[in-house]
T-cell receptor, first 110, second 113 residues
Framework: AQRVTQPEKLLSVFKGAPVELKCNYSYSGSPELFWYVQYSRQRLQLLLRHISRESIKGFTADLNKGETSFHLKKPFAQEEDSAMYYCALSKPGGGSRLTFGEGTQLTVNP | NAGVTQTPKFQVLKTGQSMTLQCAQDMNHNSMYWYRQDPGMGLRLIYYSASEGTTDKGEVPNGYNVSRLNKREFSLRLESAAPSQTSVYFC????????????FGSGTRLTVV
């Protein structure tokens, strides 16, 4: 069965500090991985997908198959990055449902 | 282009009452999903519809039913609401064949008293 674990429910950093949100997964194959972000009382938005290897709003995430991780990183956090972040996994090939982690609430302090 | 539209945005029910949450998408997506969001538990899949005319159970289907009315609309029904169903409900859709992730609705905040 596929599973996503985000070990930190809460993460607090100061503005300008580096931030890393951890995501570990279990899946017997090569999954497709995503990060979603939810700003206060807004809908969830796709932040980035591992298959596109993109950087959005300064965030990057690298898939480490050996450690089965997909950690989200940003070198210099901004106050507007404060939000709930969800890591999610789906089977490859599209058309499949997403399994979400528990979420990490990031707070960036001034 | 509205994307995914959910109604209502807020609802308070008494235990035992029934209601239907509505969801519609205008992106011609094949697949639609209903999730519930609870603190510390992330998003859990209730039901999904991979394509028009099909529905399947997710992780937490008990106490819910769904209807894929047409390609655009996917409703979630609570037949006899319980306090454990107090949650924020999100509808989502995706195109199905090409994996660009989900598009989410703005959510329905449901309280069962």
């Amino acid at each position: 069965a596929q599973r996503v674990t985000q070990p930190e429910k809460l993460l607090s950093v100061f503005k300008g500090a580096p931030v890393e949100l951890k995501c570990n997964y279990s899946y017997s194959g090569s999954p497709e991985l995503f990060w979603y972000v939810q700003y206060s009382r807004q809908r969830l938005q796709l932040l980035l997908r591992h298959i596109s290897r993109e950087s959005i709003k300064g965030f990057t995430a690298d898939l480490n198959k050996g450690e089965t991780s997909f950690h989200l990183k940003k070198p210099f956090a901004q106050e507007e990055d404060s939000a709930m972040y969800y890591c999610a996994l789906s089977k490859p090939g599209g058309g499949s449902r997403l399994t979400f982690g528990e979420g990490t609430q990031l707070t960036v302090n001034p | 282009n509205a994307g995914v539209t959910q109604t209502p945005k807020f609802q308070v029910l008494k235990t035992g009452q029934s209601m239907t949450l509505q969801c519609a998408q205008d992106m011609n997506h094949n697949s639609m999903y209903w999730y519930r969001q609870d603190p510390g538990m992330g998003l859990r899949l209730i039901y999904y519809s991979a394509s028009e005319g099909t529905t399947d159970k997710g992780e937490v289907p008990n106490g819910y039913n769904v209807s894929r009315l047409n390609k655009r609309e996917f409703s979630l029904r609570l037949e006899s609401a319980a306090p454990s169903q107090t949650s924020v409900y999100f509808c989502a859709s995706r195109i199905g064949q090409v994996d660009y992730g989900y598009t989410f609705g703005s959510g329905t905040r449901l309280t069962v008293v």
